[in-house]
């Protein structure tokens, strides 16, 4: 969970500065910000009020800085935002995005959307209530949007009518943080894999249930489905997707918008499925149980080969490997992983040269993340390889070569260090 709204000033404005600063976001599938474009494109540099501007843009403003279309924060002397400024006017932005996404999903006519409300207003409650002091609520909930006290209420009896399973997922991921509170006691993970039972993600949360309670028959039989399951699929973005579906349009609103999404996915991320049950099922003393064996081999299989995120994927690669899987039967889910780490160094270096400005760069980012959360985070891996014109063998080939130059390079410079008398040993002497 992002533990405030300034973490995504801070990102932002690192990215308009031109600063190698990490993303926020959680999901690896969220490329790094082109930041040489933004830093260096025209639009980011501050304009003085004499020079010529296009008719439909506002008049320029001397010492400022215009972002995107309307949007101007105070420029320091290098002529690029100044971080305190724009962190300001990024978080307002951010506030008055949400609230407005927010708004329209509360009054939807789809109940998905309400229920997606009810999660966010819940969930800004909860945290809200577990504050003993004024500190700790500024730092959980710095943005202080309004909300409906009764949000919980209202996302619980939705799900207990719902064939839906993401809104089921929804209040269960809610009432997991409170599970003991009078209204969550009809949120049940047996409830959710009765709706959703090709799913291996509620199984895998009613397998939890069942070893906290030490309930080891209760465990076996939620593995067993686990392993029966046809998919492990999480909808993770599904939240971020109804949210920045709702944020206003125009340039204007771009930053507002990015910031949003940022901020949902975060909360994605930190309310996300544990995997301690798949963990503690398969570890290597209980594979030495040959039917304990043959489950966590199927389990493994839908892990490493139907999942939708990355995390997933890997839990399952852990497993297969652990099983003790050939290399060649490993081999197409290596080089698929190889080859996506290709392409996001690839799209995490920016052209030698771009006429699109800082605006339009965070417009890309912010499409991936709405690609994310419409398409799922390993569909969006897959529409890369679509749009990149090379095979996975010839992606993976090239990271392989690019880390082994790495490698050689590294080992280079070690060798140079020691040789002018640069190792720690040396300085020890």
Not at 155 to 179: G, H, K, P, S
Not at 191 to 204: C, E, F, H, K, T
Request: glycine share 6%.
């Amino acid at each position: 969970m992002l533990t405030g709204a300034l973490t995504v000033g801070v990102v932002l404005v690192a990215w308009m500065r031109g600063e190698n600063t990490p993303s926020a976001t959680a999901p690896e599938s969220v490329a790094a910000a082109p930041v040489a474009e933004i830093a260096n494109a025209p639009e980011v540099v501050a304009t003085a009020a004499s020079e010529p501007v296009a008719s439909s843009r506002p008049e320029a403003v001397a010492d400022q800085v215009e972002i995107c279309e309307g949007f101007w924060v105070a420029a320091d002397a290098d002529g690029k935002p100044n971080q305190e400024a724009f962190e300001a006017k990024a978080n307002q932005a951010l506030r008055d995005a949400l609230v407005a996404a927010r708004a329209a999903l509360s009054t939807s006519a789809s109940p998905r959307d309400r229920a997606a409300s009810a999660f966010l207003d819940a969930r800004d409650k909860i945290q809200r209530d577990a504050c003993r002091d004024p500190s700790c609520a500024r730092d959980v909930d710095p943005l202080n949007i309004p909300i409906d006290a009764g949000a919980l209420d209202r996302l619980v009896q939705a799900a207990q009518v719902t064939d839906d399973a993401q809104i089921y997922a929804w209040a269960y991921a809610a009432c997991r943080f409170v599970a003991r509170t009078p209204a969550c006691l009809p949120i049940q993970a047996a409830q959710w894999a009765r709706i959703d039972r090709g799913n291996a993600v509620p199984w895998l949360a009613l397998a939890e249930e069942a070893r906290q309670r030490k309930d080891a028959p209760g465990e076996a039989d939620a593995m067993f489905h686990v392993g029966a399951a046809d998919r492990y699929q999480s909808h993770f973005g599904a939240l971020t997707a109804a949210v920045i579906d709702r944020v206003p349009g125009g340039e204007a609103n771009t930053v507002g918008g990015f910031g949003a999404a940022v901020y949902v996915i975060g909360i994605e991320a930190a309310t996300q499925p544990g995997w301690s049950a798949a963990i503690s099922y398969c570890g290597a003393k209980e594979l030495a149980d040959a039917n304990r064996s043959e489950l966590c081999e199927r389990i493994a299989v839908v892990l490493a080969e139907h999942a939708d995120t990355a995390l997933a994927r890997s839990m399952g690669l852990s497993l297969a490997k652990r099983l003790g899987w050939s290399t060649e039967r490993l081999r197409p889910l290596t080089e698929r992983i190889d080859a996506e780490a290709e392409l996001a160094a690839a799209s995490a270096s920016p052209p030698a040269s771009s006429g699109d400005d800082g605006c339009r760069s965070i417009q890309a980012q912010f499409e991936q993340i709405r690609d994310l959360g419409h398409y799922g985070e390993l569909a969006v891996r897959e529409r890369a390889f679509d749009a990149s014109g090379s095979t996975v063998a010839q992606l993976a080939a090239k990271h392989r070569q690019r880390v082994a130059a790495a490698q050689r390079q590294a080992e280079r410079e070690a060798a140079a260090s020691a040789a002018a008398g640069d190792t720690p040993a040396s300085a020890s002497r």
